[in-house]
């Protein structure tokens, strides 16, 4: 199965980096060789572009990436290939979901991360980890003409699981809503999904899906893994996000990534199984 993978795509946190946002020596070794067996790389997260150029430098990437779970692509040097913005009366309709679930709201646009409170939760860590501020505005109205990703934030995992369901049924197949971790709800234009970003990548490298592996641990990354021909999952993902996978590697926190790439995609596998 391996033998035949001409892309991988890889899902960010939880996934390609350990909990706290490393890119491990043993995981820049795993995309040097993919590269050098001729087998094309790239990552896909809710991060918007400039979260991920750090990953980009360190892993030299050259092939398009996803942003935003695929509501914005772009190039290495972050230039914009395509991006899809929700539609300003879906993003209201969002916004007062996240309020109604007494979760906090942040605005992804084009070119900014918007929030009302600074030292709101996850703020800081979220700041950290993309690499650059938040804008502080009093009100999101002004700026709904150019929403990439709308986030419901909060640390009541049942409230932010509730507030999905809402906004699925508020917004019916107008947005894509689906939690990219058990405190965050991402909500991005129904084409921003991970499953779009397989089809869409697999169009823009002439590589049809069957050659594509996919690798993630939330709920989100099923749908790619739904739309490629390998599928695997993260150690520390779900047990249903597992159930769903081809493959189950070790947690990011035990070199799953690249232990991912070293057993199932550099070696030609033909049974379902867990890495070493």
Same mark, same amino acid.
């Given at each position: 199965?391996?033998? *035949?993978?001409?892309?991988?795509?890889?899902?960010?946190?939880? @996934?390609?980096?350990? /909990?706290?946002?490393?890119?491990?020596?043993?995981?820049?070794?795993?995309?040097?060789?993919?590269?050098?067996?001729?087998?094309?790389?790239?990552?896909?997260?809710?991060?918007?572009?400039?979260?991920?150029?750090?990953?980009?430098?360190?892993?030299?990437? &050259?092939?398009?990436? +996803?942003?935003? *779970?695929?509501?914005?692509?772009?190039?290495?040097?972050?230039?914009?290939?395509?991006?899809?913005?929700?539609?300003?009366?879906?993003?209201?309709?969002?916004?007062? !979901?996240?309020?109604?679930?007494?979760?906090?709201?942040?605005?992804? @646009?084009?070119?900014?991360?918007?929030?009302?409170? +600074? *030292? =709101?939760?996850?703020?800081?860590?979220?700041?950290?980890?993309?690499?650059? !501020?938040?804008?502080?505005?009093?009100?999101?109205?002004?700026?709904?003409?150019?929403?990439?990703?709308?986030?419901?934030?909060?640390?009541?995992?049942?409230?932010?699981?509730?507030?999905?369901?809402?906004?699925?049924?508020?917004?019916? *197949?107008?947005?894509?809503?689906?939690?990219?971790?058990?405190?965050?709800?991402?909500? &991005?234009?129904?084409?921003?999904?991970?499953?779009?970003?397989? @089809?869409?990548?697999?169009?823009?490298?002439?590589?049809?899906? =069957?050659?594509? !592996?996919?690798?993630?641990?939330?709920?989100?990354?099923?749908?790619?893994? /739904?739309?490629?021909?390998?599928?695997?999952?993260?150690?520390?993902?779900?047990?249903?996000?597992?159930?769903?996978?081809?493959?189950?590697? &070790?947690?990011?926190?035990?070199?799953?990534?690249?232990?991912?790439?070293?057993?199932?995609?550099?070696?030609?596998?033909?049974?379902?199984?867990? !890495?070493?």
């Amino acid at each position: 199965m391996g033998s *035949n993978v001409r892309l991988l795509i890889a899902d960010v946190d939880g @996934t390609l980096v350990t /909990q706290d946002k490393v890119l491990t020596a043993r995981s820049i070794q795993a995309v040097s060789r993919l590269r050098s067996e001729g087998i094309a790389f790239t990552i896909t997260s809710g991060r918007p572009p400039l979260g991920m150029k750090m990953l980009i430098d360190q892993l030299a990437l &050259t092939e398009p990436l +996803a942003a935003f *779970n695929g509501g914005v692509f772009v190039h290495p040097d972050l230039s914009v290939m395509s991006q899809s913005f929700v539609a300003p009366d879906d993003a209201a309709k969002v916004i007062q !979901a996240i309020a109604r679930h007494g979760l906090d709201c942040w605005i992804y @646009t084009d070119h900014d991360w918007l929030v009302r409170n +600074a *030292n =709101a939760a996850h703020v800081a860590r979220e700041q950290w980890t993309v690499k650059f !501020a938040p804008m502080v505005v009093p009100d999101f109205g002004a700026h709904l003409g150019h929403v990439a990703k709308i986030v419901g934030v909060g640390d009541d995992y049942a409230a932010v699981a509730r507030c999905e369901a809402d906004v699925q049924h508020d917004c019916g *197949n107008h947005v894509s809503a689906a939690r990219s971790q058990p405190y965050y709800l991402d909500v &991005t234009h129904p084409d921003a999904n991970k499953g779009h970003v397989v @089809t869409t990548l697999s169009k823009a490298l002439s590589i049809p899906p =069957a050659e594509i !592996a996919t690798i993630g641990d939330m709920p989100n990354d099923v749908l790619m893994f /739904q739309k490629s021909g390998v599928s695997i999952a993260m150690g520390n993902a779900s047990l249903d996000v597992q159930a769903q996978a081809h493959f189950v590697t &070790t947690s990011n926190e035990e070199e799953g990534f690249a232990k991912a790439v070293e057993d199932f995609i550099l070696k030609k596998l033909e049974p379902v199984g867990k !890495a070493s």
